[in-house]
């Protein structure tokens, strides 16, 4: 089980929108601490898709957007791409393990 | 171009020892904390563990404390995994990756830098 909870699944048709949460508590999210998304595709390494809340890196589209507020965190796709089919995780630290930590991950499917 | 390739990984019976190794190139490797994150098949994500620039700071997952040690070699620009004792249940996908920060706080950060993978299978 892991310390930030995201829905094992979500899905949209193309040009939708959709979103990913992440929930945790007042040693991680809650605590202040920064979260950040990653997108793995299929058979690849993770890649860092937003970090920081919403800040995105250099060459990820705008598409992309992230929020945090209280205990949670939200990944937002809009204008649904068919190579957007992928895993999604959230992390963030935890001050009570002393480390950092990963959400179970976000299977979203493209229909 | 920035790159980080790990190597050492392999099938090793239970209770013995693999070391990993990762290697860095197209950054100033000194300036940033590392870490080791694994992913056990069809599973997620799973931080392992993280070092500070200066290796002044490090910690571990409840899960390898005790059992594992990172190390890092500036001078070689490379980060190290040893890996005692290992177990069925870390049979696994090691990354190296990169911490946007130098873990100067002690507090780890985003990845924006990963391997490839090296996959880990324990068994006998």
């Known amino acids: 089980q892991s310390v930030l909870t995201q829905p094992p699944s979500v899905s949209g048709a193309p040009g939708q929108r959709v979103t990913i949460s992440c929930t945790g508590s007042?040693?991680?999210?809650?605590?202040?601490?920064?979260v950040h998304w990653y997108q793995q595709l299929p058979g690849t390494a993770p890649k860092l898709l937003i970090y920081g809340n919403s800040n995105r890196p250099s060459g990820v589209p705008d598409r992309f957007s992230g929020s945090k507020s209280g205990t949670s965190a939200s990944l937002a796709i809009t204008g649904l791409q068919a190579e957007d089919e992928a895993d999604y995780y959230c992390q963030s630290y935890d001050s009570s393990l002393s480390g950092s930590v990963f959400g179970g991950g976000t299977k979203l499917t493209v229909l | 171009e920035v790159q980080l390739v790990e190597s050492g990984g392999g099938l090793v019976q239970p209770g013995r020892s693999l070391r990993l190794s990762c290697a860095a190139s197209?950054?100033?490797?000194?300036?940033?904390?590392m870490h080791w994150v694994r992913q056990a098949p069809g599973k997620g994500l799973e931080w392992v563990s993280g070092i500070t620039w200066n290796s002044g700071n490090i910690d571990y997952a409840d899960s390898v404390k005790g059992r594992f040690t990172i190390s890092r070699d500036n001078a070689k620009n490379s980060l190290y995994l040893q890996m005692n004792s290992l177990r069925a249940e870390d049979t696994a996908l090691y990354y190296c990756a990169k911490d946007i920060g130098a873990g100067s706080s002690s507090i780890w950060l985003a990845f924006d830098i990963w391997g490839q993978g090296t996959m880990v299978t324990v068994s006998s």
């Open positions: 197209g950054f100033t490797f000194d300036d940033y904390a």
């Open positions: 007042n040693s991680n999210i809650g605590a202040g601490y920064d």
